[in-house]
């Protein structure tokens, strides 16, 4: 069964950085989109970005654009999600996702990781 796995979430200042990792087993992904979502208290879950595992050919929401990079290691089944220039408002529960095809609904979903940012 396929297992996502989120990490590297915590606590950080404003104007700083985090690296959130997820870790995917299970399955062979060299064929998946892999997405980040987050979702903060009292608010709708939105998407961040999605990388498709093949080519690592990116996309991201415009609310993160240019601050947050989406990144796969093939070798590790992993994929990474970098945050630069945190802010409060990026306070949220992170989740990493996984489905099959561009059109298809996220059908795999990790635990996700808690980040908040101190101002």
């Known amino acids: 069964q396929v297992q996502l796995v989120e990490s590297g979430g915590g606590l950080v200042q404003a104007g700083g950085s985090l690296r959130l990792s997820c870790g995917a087993s299970?399955?062979?992904?060299?064929?998946?989109?892999m997405g980040w979502f987050r979702q903060a208290p009292g608010k709708e879950r939105e998407f961040l970005a999605s990388?498709?595992?093949?080519?690592?050919?990116?996309y991201y929401a415009d609310s993160v654009k240019g601050r947050f990079t989406i990144s796969r290691d093939n070798a590790k089944n992993t994929v990474y999600l970098q945050m630069n220039s945190l802010q409060p408002e990026d306070t949220a529960v992170y989740y990493c996702a996984a489905k099959v095809t561009v059109f298809s609904e996220y059908d795999y979903w990790g635990q996700g990781t808690q980040v908040t940012v101190s101002s």
């Open positions: 299970g399955r062979t992904f060299s064929s998946y989109y």
């Open positions: 990388i498709r595992w093949s080519d690592g050919s990116a």
